[in-house]
Nanobody, 118 residues
Framework: QVQLVESGGGLVQAGGSLRLSCATS????????MGWFRQAPGKEREFVAR???????YYLDSVKGRFTISRDNAKNTVFLQMNHLNPEDTAVYYC????????????WGQGTQVTVSS
């Protein structure tokens, strides 16, 4: 059974940083693409960042230059380093696994809350 567990969320002041982690298990990790998504109150869930098995990365335009996605295949973990946070980044952040490599995220974590105060 594939599991994903996010951690690292919390309350931070505007301009601060957080590093989210997503530990996963249950199937081979290194070839799966991984993604981070977020959902703010009253809004649709949106894509934030993606990293493929080969290390290619993609970002939501509004987080480019501030957020960095990375992975440690030895630890079956994906990270999201978030710098220069602003209140618009407040949301529940979810990680997800895409075994297909086609943007079909089949497995999701429970989410971690990130709150940025002004």
């Amino acid at each position: 059974q594939v599991q994903l567990v996010e951690s690292g969320g919390g309350l931070v002041q505007a301009g601060g940083s957080l590093r989210l982690s997503c530990a996963t298990s249950g199937r081979a990790f290194s070839t799966d693409a991984m993604g981070w998504f977020r959902q703010a109150p009253g809004k649709e869930r949106e894509f934030v960042a993606r990293i493929t098995g080969s290390g290619e990365t993609y970002y939501l335009d509004s987080v480019k230059g501030r957020f960095t996605i990375s992975r440690d295949n030895a630890k079956n973990t994906v990270f999201l380093q978030m710098n220069h946070l602003n209140p618009e980044d407040t949301a529940v952040y979810y990680c997800a696994r895409d075994p297909s490599g086609l943007g079909r995220y089949a497995y999701w974590g429970q989410g971690t809350q990130v709150t940025v105060s002004s």
